[in-house]
């Protein structure tokens, strides 16, 4: 039963992790079309009236406000907060979610497989290890299980970080590039978005399972297409 257990709950943090992972490589982050030179598209576009105008000579488009060029992708995208290698695309707008999502299933994966590992550890340390692991030699099970432990850490501590920081730029509406240029968002505009409005916009729709998973309802596009953050 305790091994149906452990299989049920990592391939389940394997399926999370790389459907979001998934989601964040393929979702557009909030690429601003090329070619947008009529004002009445900022109608969409921005939050706060009277804003100052940019104009990206890049793309030769209207830039939104808190919209920055990626040198990588060669395109502007909505509310930018880095370009991750990791999913090869820009960490933006439309694909935070899935990218936090990413980063804390990683998190949780990696830090199951490290109990895991030690339970299974100390189990053949209690009983002789030719029947725990007949075809590993003692020695050859610690140096890889040393190495897999090792490594969990890394990887559970660098995505905690990530996560950490993904959940504070959606609280405080602040981008990476905001806080590296010290730019404000929504906190110093006309409209103070609350945390429980900034995590609406970012999960879509009220509180519930579907915070946690992958997805993103079709209802909540379309109304948030009509008024982009």
Aim: net charge positive; charged share 20%.
């Amino acid at each position: 039963a305790g091994t149906a257990f452990n299989y049920l709950i990592f391939n389940a943090f394997v399926f999370l992790s790389v459907s979001s992972h998934i989601r964040a490589m393929l979702t557009d982050p909030g690429i601003v079309p090329r070619g947008i030179n009529e004002f009445s598209a900022m109608r969409e576009w921005e939050e706060v009236e009277n804003s100052v105008i940019k104009h990206c000579h890049r793309c030769n488009s209207i830039k939104p406000m808190r919209a920055h060029h990626c040198s990588i992708c060669k395109r502007c995208i909505r509310k930018m907060d880095h370009h991750c290698p990791w999913v090869n695309n820009c960490v933006g707008e439309d694909n935070i979610k899935y990218f936090s999502l990413f980063t804390l299933y990683i998190c949780l994966l990696s830090t199951y497989t490290m109990v895991i590992i030690a339970h299974n550890f100390i189990q053949c340390e209690q009983q002789d290890w030719k029947v725990c692991h007949p075809v590993v030699s003692e020695v050859s099970h610690f140096l890889l299980s040393f190495f897999l432990f090792f490594m969990c850490i890394l990887f559970s501590l660098f995505c905690l970080i990530m996560f950490c920081t993904m959940v504070h730029s959606i609280v405080t509406d602040e981008t990476g590039i905001d806080r590296l240029k010290g730019e404000k968002g929504s906190r110093s505009a006309q409209i103070r978005n609350t945390t429980y409005s900034n995590f609406r916009r970012v999960c879509g729709g009220p509180i519930s399972i579907f915070w946690l998973l992958p997805v993103t309802s079709d209802r909540f596009n379309r109304r948030r297409r009509t008024h982009i953050l």
